[in-house]
């Protein structure tokens, strides 16, 4: 199956400055790795996604850079605000197995980010 | 626009007790995943069904069972409820081949 790591599990910031999140996965045949915020004990949100066709994708402070070859994937944030503290997830999800399969991610450990004002 | 709705969004039982969950995808949504996420743990994906059926199964254990209804709701039920239990239930729509989710705000599991 999947194995999703991700790193670092804590960072701490200045407003202002970039945040980079790393991810790395194990199948070759994942093929969508979307990135999810989770503030304490609410719902994850998709922030940005990305397929493997794709090598960056960009949206306002937020981009996602993928490296298929390498099977690791980053987020980054610029000009982060105290807004953006919260827990990062990534995840990764293989093209589906059969027929009736659908798209059941596997998450990384997460990344709590803090950005201090 | 209309979300995922599950219910209750929390929920207090005792050891060996049951309990279900329940969860409304979106609106013509026929995909739903069911999470589990301990306390400052990653999710963990459990099951998942397409079109009333079973698609994908992933860690959940024997004493949990789920369904898919006509009307698209899915439910997860739990027995002989364990300590371990306790975490935030997720449950995700989307629509099949679709790889975006959506995911509900979580049902708050504790067994005492």
């Known amino acids: 199956g999947e194995n999703v790591e991700q790193h670092p599990s804590t960072l701490s910031v200045q407003e202002g400055d970039s945040a980079v999140i790393k991810c790395t996965y194990s199948d070759s045949a994942s093929n969508y790795f979307p990135w999810y915020k989770q503030e304490l004990g609410k719902r994850p949100q998709l922030i940005i996604d990305i397929r493997s066709n794709v090598g960056e994708k960009k949206d306002q402070r937020i981009a996602v850079t993928l490296n298929k070859t390498a099977k690791h994937f980053s987020l980054h944030i610029t000009e982060t605000q105290p807004e953006d503290s919260a827990v990062y997830f990534c995840a990764a999800t293989p093209r589906p197995s059969n027929s009736n399969s659908g798209y059941a991610l596997n998450f990384g450990k997460g990344t709590s980010l803090l950005v201090t004002p | 626009a209309a979300g995922v709705i599950q219910s209750p969004r929390h929920l207090i039982k005792e050891k060996r007790e049951t309990a279900t969950l329940k969860c409304y995808p979106i609106?013509?949504?026929?995909?739903v995943y069911w999470y589990q996420q301990g306390p400052g743990q990653d999710p963990q994906f459990l099951i998942s069904f397409y079109e009333k059926m079973q698609s994908d199964k992933g860690s959940i254990p024997d004493r949990f069972s789920a369904q898919q209804f006509s009307d698209y709701h899915s439910e997860l039920n739990m027995s002989s409820l364990e300590l371990g239990d306790s975490a935030l239930y997720f449950c995700?729509?989307?629509?099949?081949?679709?790889?975006?989710?959506?995911f509900g705000s979580g049902t708050q599991l504790s067994v005492l």
């Open positions: 609106p013509r949504h026929d995909t």
């Open positions: 995700a729509s989307g629509t099949f081949r679709n790889e975006k989710l959506f």
